[in-house]
Structure formats: C-alpha cells, structure tokens
C-alpha cells in the first residue's frame, strides 16, 4: 500500500488507515467468496459504496452516516435496506437506521464495522478507497474496481 505514502500523514494516522484498509479489503474478499447468489453479495458491496461516495464521515471517524432519502435515491426502499442490513451483520458491516428527527422529518443511517477500532478505522479507510478509486478511474469504473476489492492503485 505504497500509495499511501503520496498521503499528508503522519506516521500514526498512516498506519491506522493500513490497517483500516487491511481490514476492509478482508471484508470485501470475505462478501465476495460467501456463499449465495452474486446479486446478494453485490448488493452488501452496494451498501459500503453508497455510504463511502455520497455518506458523511462522522466526526469521530467510527461511522459513515447518510440520510434515508438520498440512500434510497442511490441504493433501494427502506425494506429492503432492513434487510440487506440484517444480512450483512453476519459479514461484519453494520448500517442501522438510525436517528429520526421529528423537526425535519429525516431519517439517519449509520454504517460501521465490527472490527472498527482505535488502531483500526476501516470507516475512514472505506471513505478513501472510494474517493481515490473515483479521482483515478472515474466513478464507472472506480465501482467496477470496487466491486472486485482491487486495491492495487496503493501498489507500487
């Protein structure tokens, strides 16, 4: 993951995000060889490439947070993001919906990941793959990449 090293990071902040990536490519290797139908497999792809391309970063870094509507808009009807939810908890990729307010009438989702920690922050790592993979490749075919858990943009 040399690519990384093009980053402003200190030395810390880079290490938490190797591992974060680590992780997240884990993850994404772990969805892709599970067993069942490719079309669920790439819907739980789906969710973590919403959340990155168009959730916001929390400020803690532990979560990507998005509202229901503009996750509908991009992904599929709250039903059916209930389930995918509960599907993909077993994957370790958790998205609740979470927070409505009553003042506006939204309604939060969260994304987060089991093995999200301190040293670990695979929320922020997920938010810069994407946004790399899409500055390089354009969002076609930075999803396509995705898709697959090609990383090798980092490689030197």
């Known amino acids: 993951m040399n690519g990384l090293s093009e980053k402003d990071f200190g030395q810390e902040q880079e290490t938490v995000l190797r591992n974060g990536m680590r992780e997240l490519h884990k993850t994404i290797v772990n969805v892709l060889s599970s067993e069942g139908k490719n079309d669920n497999k790439y819907e739980k792809i789906k969710v973590l490439w919403v959340f990155a391309k168009y959730g916001d970063l929390s400020s803690d870094y532990e979560s990507i947070e998005i509202d229901n509507d503009l996750f509908k808009d991009y992904a599929w009807s ?79």
Not at 110 to 137: G, N, P
């Open 78 to 156: 709250t039903t059916k993001g209930k389930r995918v939810s509960s599907q993909c908890r077993a994957m370790g990729i958790n998205y609740i919906y979470d927070e409505y307010d009553e003042y506006d009438g939204t309604l939060t989702i969260r994304l987060s990941f089991d093995k999200e920690s301190e040293d670990c922050q695979m929320v922020y790592a997920l938010k810069t793959v994407v946004d790399d993979l899409i500055k390089k490749f354009g969002s076609d075919d930075a999803l396509e990449l995705f898709k697959k858990a090609d990383f090798r943009m980092y490689m030197d």
